[in-house]
């Protein structure tokens, strides 16, 4: 014996179970899980992966009684199929698939229809009354055993099939006669002989041995090796190889085959879903020779056979708890399963599922949660492509922002909105966009660029309004000048109708039909279950009061970012906020922001009116001035212009100081120039300004009976004194506007945590902040060093590719550097000041696994776009079910010492 006495080589699979996947192999598991609910498998065992280790540990050699064990446990085979292998009446034939522990899919081989030889051919010929799938089987099984076995290349048979089709002119595998058959099995014979010096063993134990010795051998194809590396699969796992009888569902009447779902993969009901075929092989269903039957006329003809499938198929899914779809064979009316597994769904029925089945008491509230893949509702929250329909892909770019659009093509942000306001429906194409082109963007129902990232200025404000956006698109090359783009040789014009897929990045050419978003009973229920669960709060970044409504129908519970720059993009605002920057005196710079502080005093009305009852977090003015001008190379070019005619002197005056001021402005790195608090610090009356609108606001709401809870904001803190002066800034306007009511409502002031020093001195900061919002996108860019509007377009998805990073930081919260000083500012602020709120309001708010990160860490809330926020309530749900309450020990010890 060279097995030690608790080595099990071979397993009946009625001896095996699910919990057995270490020695059976994930497939030989599954299997023998099914045998033992008693559900009709077709008969067979497991080698098991003992076996594949005592093969490597003796140097490739089997084991010398595993193949006498193997022929013991063919005879039970035989018995129950009432065949021989081997036999001249009725061959039992069997396939020998191997299986490991860890999926594997196509890297290791398989063998069909082992047991035909130049005998047993002709009894399956006369039993099936099919000469032509007799022969067909026997030509496979030398083409796989020689490829396999003999490690023969595939093109050498391939090669003889394609000449014989093209001798006899057909086009498919399936016309060809038996003579043709007959031909090739010699053919494939000799090739065999040719390269081995070997016959194709007539012996169908010697096959059986051979196929064995090889699927042991795949467990080391150079395939098979790379993959265990990519997905760190131990080597000693070893693969199991299951021997089972083959069925055929093409004997006749009383046979056939066909795929089962236990519920409608598309919409979740419940109602048995598939079709088969009667007289038919597994492949003729889905090669669209013959138009398969739906389930549903099964019970008209094998009655029998249909209850029998429609008990499996309610065993099989609450056994599994999911879904189910499931392969089945009729063999000469007996039912057999061949596989079952998780059914693919969409996103419709993914919502549907979880929640009836919880109903149905097959999963708990919790599993259902589990159950969702929170990617998956964007499909549900946005419109969406026909998929029915034939799409002309034009180019393919990165999905930006979620949803579909179709408009008339234009390539600036006037005419967009010219457009729009005269009721067409425009894309808006441009290599990229920038502050300046919000009036188009708003006016777009989408938004294609040729340049940029997922996380550039087109993509995020896009995703904050929910339209559809595709980014980064280099196949298409926009000549902005003459209004049209190339995609390869098709060109596109202004006014031609084009769509986005913002879910995949496809452009696609002409109108196309889309399916309006739906959010189900079933969706509200599920998320009413995730509030009922998850600790993190969720809010949204919005800007508007429309954004603000459409977040709270979501489920948002206040604002956790707005972003007060986009109010200053409108066509009606932009030349005051440009007159603002312009004023060479402080009391023309005064004036102007006179002029807009009423409009901002009505903008902050309306997002508190939105919002009555929750917090609204107002952020004062963050990005650098010049992002408001016209571009430079723009002026110039007018300038240029103008330069010939002598009658626009005056003009050529105002144009010149324009250039002069836009210039005083360019800067190297704008990202780390004269942005956010220096601003404020620098100018003070813009965030006067800000301030007293904000205060104005919440006197003004609060007399028509809203309950406001303002937040104010400061961006780009880097240094406690920073916040200071900013915050003494803010107090002094509260109390100037609100005098003696300044406590009711109380307001807050807390700042951006998005500058690495911020958080390094966290404990410092505090002192002035109620509250802490970490800007991920900029701590992010400042903590790894790479600029967000550049590095997704260059090195950022090479990096990713090489797994130099594991995902793009901008999307997912780099936990190993942004991670760690997210965590120390918590564990500072929150030592020095227990009450400080600590929330998140980069893009990362929004991104499952950071939500994850999030919910460890202790935060107390995150912040996403509207359309992300049932999205982020889920997955808030979903890290307090998989990692409870857990925060980082050394937040809880922090807590109770200050505490004390
Ligand atoms: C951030 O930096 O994460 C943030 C929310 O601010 P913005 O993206 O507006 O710079
Ligand atoms: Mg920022």
């Given at each position: 014996?060279?097995?030690?006495?608790?080595?099990?080589?071979?397993?009946?699979?009625?001896?095996?179970?699910?919990?057995?996947?270490?020695?059976?192999g994930?497939?030989?598991?599954n299997?023998?899980?099914?045998?033992?609910?008693?559900?009709?498998?077709p008969?067979?065992?497991?080698?098991?992966?003992?076996?594949?280790?005592?093969?490597?540990?003796?140097?490739?050699?089997?084991?010398?009684?595993?193949?006498?064990?193997?022929?013991?446990?063919?005879?039970?085979?035989?018995?129950?199929?009432?065949?021989?292998?081997?036999?001249?009446?009725?061959?039992?034939?069997?396939?020998?698939?191997?299986?490991?522990?860890?999926?594997?899919?196509?890297?290791?081989?398989?063998?069909?229809?082992?047991?035909?030889?130049?005998?047993?051919?002709?009894a399956?010929?006369?039993?099936?009354?099919n000469?032509?799938?007799?022969?067909?089987?026997?030509?496979?099984?030398?083409?796989m055993?020689?490829?396999?076995?003999?490690?023969?290349?595939?093109?050498?048979?391939?090669?003889?099939?394609?000449?014989?089709?093209?001798?006899?002119?057909?086009?498919?595998?399936?016309?060809?006669?038996v003579?043709?058959?007959?031909?090739?099995?010699?053919?494939?014979?000799?090739?065999?002989?040719?390269?081995?010096?070997?016959?194709?063993?007539?012996?169908?134990?010697?096959?059986?041995?051979?196929?064995?010795?090889?699927?042991?051998?795949?467990?080391?194809?150079?395939?098979?090796?790379?993959?265990r590396?990519?997905?760190?699969?131990?080597?000693?796992?070893?693969?199991?190889?299951?021997?089972?009888?083959?069925?055929?569902?093409?004997?006749?009447?009383?046979?056939?085959?066909?795929?089962?779902?236990?519920?409608n993969?598309?919409?979740?009901?419940?109602m048995?879903?598939?079709?088969?075929?009667?007289?038919?092989?597994?492949?003729?269903?889905?090669?669209?020779?013959?138009?398969?039957?739906?389930?549903?006329?099964?019970?008209?003809?094998?009655?029998?056979?249909?209850?029998?499938?429609?008990?499996?198929?309610?065993?099989?899914?609450?056994?599994?708890?999911?879904?189910?779809?499931?392969?089945?064979?009729?063999?000469?009316?007996?039912?057999?399963?061949?596989?079952?597994?998780?059914?693919?769904?969409?996103?419709?029925?993914?919502?549907?599922?979880?929640?009836?089945?919880?109903?149905?008491?097959?999963?708990?509230?919790?599993?259902?949660?589990?159950?969702?893949?929170v990617?998956?509702?964007?499909q549900?929250?946005?419109?969406?492509?026909?998929?029915?329909?034939?799409?002309?892909?034009?180019a393919?770019?990165?999905?930006?922002?979620?949803?579909?659009?179709?408009?008339?093509?234009?390539?600036?942000?006037?005419?967009?909105?010219?457009?729009?306001?005269?009721?067409?429906?425009?894309?808006?194409?441009?290599?990229?966009?920038?502050?300046?082109?919000?009036?188009g963007?708003?006016?777009?129902?989408?938004?294609?660029?040729?340049?940029?990232?997922?996380?550039?200025?087109?993509?995020?404000?896009?995703?904050?309004?929910?339209?559809?956006?595709?980014?980064?698109?280099?196949?298409?090359?926009?000549?902005?000048?003459?209004?049209?783009?190339?995609?390869?040789?098709?060109?596109?014009?202004?006014?031609?109708?084009?769509?986005?897929?913002?879910?995949?990045g496809?452009?696609?050419?002409?109108?196309?039909?889309?399916?309006?978003?739906?959010?189900?009973?079933?969706?509200?229920?599920?998320?009413?279950?995730?509030?009922?669960?998850?600790?993190?709060?969720?809010?949204?970044?919005?800007?508007?009061?429309?954004?603000?409504?459409?977040?709270?129908?979501?489920?948002?519970?206040?604002?956790?970012?707005?972003?007060?720059?986009?109010?200053?993009?409108?066509?009606?605002?932009?030349?005051?906020?440009?007159?603002?920057i312009?004023?060479?005196?402080?009391?023309?710079?005064?004036?102007?922001?006179?002029?807009?502080?009423?409009?901002?005093?009505?903008?902050?009305?309306?997002?508190?009116?939105?919002?009555?009852?929750?917090?609204?977090?107002?952020?004062?003015?963050?990005?650098p001035?010049?992002?408001?001008?016209?571009?430079?190379?723009?002026?110039?070019?007018?300038?240029?212009?103008?330069?010939?005619?002598?009658?626009?002197?005056?003009?050529?005056?105002?144009?010149?100081?324009?250039?002069?001021?836009?210039?005083?402005?360019?800067?190297?790195?704008?990202?780390?120039?004269?942005?956010?608090?220096?601003?404020?610090?620098?100018?003070?009356?813009?965030?006067?300004?800000?301030?007293?609108?904000?205060f104005?606001?919440?006197?003004?709401?609060?007399?028509?009976?809203?309950?406001?809870?303002?937040?104010?904001?400061?961006?780009?803190?880097?240094?406690?004194?920073?916040?200071?002066?900013?915050?003494?800034?803010?107090?002094?306007?509260?109390?100037e506007?609100?005098?003696?009511?300044?406590?009711?409502?109380?307001?807050?002031?807390?700042?951006?945590?998005?500058?690495?020093?911020?958080?390094?001195t966290?404990?410092?900061?505090?002192?002035?902040?109620?509250?802490?919002?970490?800007?991920?996108?900029?701590?992010?860019?400042?903590?790894?060093?790479?600029?967000?509007?550049?590095a997704?377009?260059?090195?950022?998805?090479?990096?990713?590719?090489?797994?130099?990073?594991?995902?793009?930081?901008?999307?997912?919260?780099?936990?190993?550097?942004?991670?760690?000083?997210?965590?120390?500012?918590?564990?500072?602020?929150?030592?020095?000041?227990?009450q400080?709120?600590?929330?998140?309001?980069?893009?990362?708010?929004?991104?499952?696994?950071?939500?994850?990160?999030?919910h460890?860490t202790?935060?107390?809330?995150?912040?996403?776009?509207?359309?992300?926020?049932?999205?982020?309530?889920?997955?808030?749900?979903?890290?307090q079910?998989?990692?409870?309450?857990?925060?980082?020990?050394?937040?809880?010890?922090?807590r109770?010492?200050?505490?004390?």
């Amino acid at each position: 014996m060279g097995a030690n006495t608790d080595t099990k080589r071979l397993l009946h699979f009625h001896e095996g179970n699910a919990e057995m996947k270490m020695l059976l192999g994930g497939k030989g598991a599954n299997l023998a899980e099914m045998t033992n609910a008693g559900l009709p498998v077709p008969p067979g065992f497991t080698v098991t992966t003992d076996a594949c280790r005592e093969f490597y540990a003796s140097g490739r050699v089997v084991p010398p009684d595993l193949n006498q064990e193997i022929r013991t446990a063919l005879k039970r085979v035989e018995l129950s199929k009432n065949q021989k292998f081997g036999g001249l009446q009725d061959p039992l034939l069997v396939s020998v698939r191997s299986g490991s522990v860890t999926s594997m899919p196509g890297m290791m081989d398989t063998i069909l229809n082992l047991g035909l030889n130049d005998e047993t051919v002709e009894a399956l010929a006369r039993n099936t009354g099919n000469p032509r799938f007799a022969f067909d089987c026997y030509r496979r099984l030398i083409q796989m055993f020689g490829n396999v076995v003999f490690d023969i290349e595939g093109v050498y048979f391939e090669r003889q099939l394609h000449r014989k089709k093209e001798e006899l002119s057909i086009q498919f595998d399936k016309d060809l006669p038996v003579e043709a058959l007959q031909q090739l099995i010699d053919q494939f014979k000799s090739i065999i002989e040719l390269r081995t010096k070997r016959e194709f063993p007539q012996d169908v134990f010697e096959q059986l041995e051979l196929a064995v010795e090889a699927v042991f051998r795949s467990w080391n194809n150079q395939r098979a090796i790379v993959y265990r590396k990519v997905f760190d699969i131990p080597e000693q796992q070893g693969t199991a190889i299951n021997i089972q009888a083959m069925v055929f569902g093409n004997q006749g009447d009383d046979c056939g085959t066909g795929v089962l779902f236990t519920r409608n993969p598309s919409t979740g009901e419940k109602m048995l879903y598939g079709e088969y075929l009667t007289n038919a092989q597994g492949e003729d269903v889905v090669a669209g020779v013959r138009t398969p039957l739906p389930i549903a006329q099964l019970e008209q003809e094998m009655p029998l056979v249909f209850n029998k499938l429609a008990q499996t198929a309610a065993r099989l899914e609450a056994h599994y708890k999911d879904m189910q779809d499931i392969e089945f064979t009729v063999e000469k009316g007996e039912l057999f399963i061949l596989q079952t597994r998780n059914g693919k769904r969409t996103a419709q029925a993914a919502v549907k599922l979880a929640v009836h089945l919880a109903k149905e008491n097959i999963l708990s509230r919790e599993e259902a949660l589990q159950r969702i893949e929170v990617e998956h509702l964007n499909q549900l929250l946005h419109r969406a492509i026909d998929e029915s329909v034939k799409l002309d892909v034009l180019a393919t770019g990165l999905p930006a922002s979620p949803g579909a659009a179709t408009g008339q093509a234009v390539f600036d942000a006037d005419t967009a909105e010219e457009w729009g306001r005269a009721g067409k429906r425009v894309v808006l194409v441009s290599s990229e966009t920038s502050p300046e082109d919000i009036h188009g963007v708003i006016a777009a129902e989408g938004v294609l660029t040729s340049r940029g990232g997922m996380t550039s200025h087109a993509a995020v404000v896009a995703r904050g309004m929910g339209k559809p956006c595709v980014c980064g698109c280099d196949e298409v090359r926009i000549d902005a000048e003459e209004k049209l783009f190339l995609a390869g040789d098709i060109t596109v014009r202004e006014g031609d109708w084009i769509t986005l897929d913002g879910s995949t990045g496809r452009v696609i050419s002409g109108v196309v039909e889309l399916k309006e978003p739906e959010v189900s009973e079933e969706l509200r229920e599920l998320l009413q279950w995730a509030d009922g669960v998850r600790k993190l709060k969720v809010l949204t970044n919005a800007d508007t009061p429309e954004d603000a409504v459409k977040a709270r129908e979501f489920g948002a519970e206040g604002i956790g970012l707005c972003r007060t720059e986009h109010m200053f993009m409108s066509a009606e605002r932009l030349p005051v906020v440009q007159a603002m920057i312009l004023a060479d005196t402080l009391e023309e710079r005064k004036a102007a922001l006179e002029q807009l502080l009423p409009m901002q005093q009505g903008d902050f009305e309306g997002l508190f009116t939105a919002m009555n009852g929750l917090p609204v977090t107002i952020r004062l003015l963050d990005p650098p001035l010049h992002e408001f001008l016209p571009k430079l190379e723009d002026l110039l070019v007018r300038q240029e212009q103008l330069k010939h005619r002598k009658t626009d002197l005056q003009e050529q005056s105002k144009l010149d100081s324009l250039i002069r001021k836009v210039r005083g402005l360019q800067e190297m790195n704008p990202m780390l120039g004269q942005r956010g608090c220096r601003l404020g610090i620098v100018f003070p009356e813009i965030y006067e300004m800000q301030a007293i609108a904000i205060f104005r606001a919440v006197q003004a709401c609060k007399k028509r009976g809203i309950t406001v809870l303002p937040e104010i904001m400061i961006p780009l803190v880097g240094h406690a004194n920073e916040l200071k002066l900013m915050r003494e800034l803010v107090d002094r306007a509260a109390n100037e506007v609100l005098g003696v009511e300044i406590d009711q409502p109380a307001y807050k002031v807390g700042t951006m945590i998005e500058v690495p020093r911020a958080a390094l001195t966290a404990a410092q900061i505090v002192k002035y902040a109620d509250f802490f919002s970490f800007g991920t996108n900029d701590l992010t860019q400042m903590t790894l060093g790479y600029s967000r509007d550049d590095a997704e377009g260059k090195f950022l998805t090479h990096y990713v590719d090489q797994g130099i990073l594991p995902k793009n930081p901008f999307q997912v919260i780099d936990t190993d550097g942004v991670g760690v000083l997210i965590d120390w500012a918590v564990k500072q602020g929150r030592a020095h000041n227990p009450q400080l709120k600590t929330s998140i309001c980069g893009e990362h708010g929004g991104d499952k696994e950071s939500i994850f990160f999030c919910h460890q860490t202790g935060l107390d809330c995150v912040s996403c776009s509207p359309f992300r926020v049932p999205l982020a309530r889920i997955a808030a749900a979903q890290a307090q079910i998989l990692l409870g309450s857990h925060v980082h020990p050394h937040v809880e010890l922090e807590r109770s010492v200050s505490s004390l």
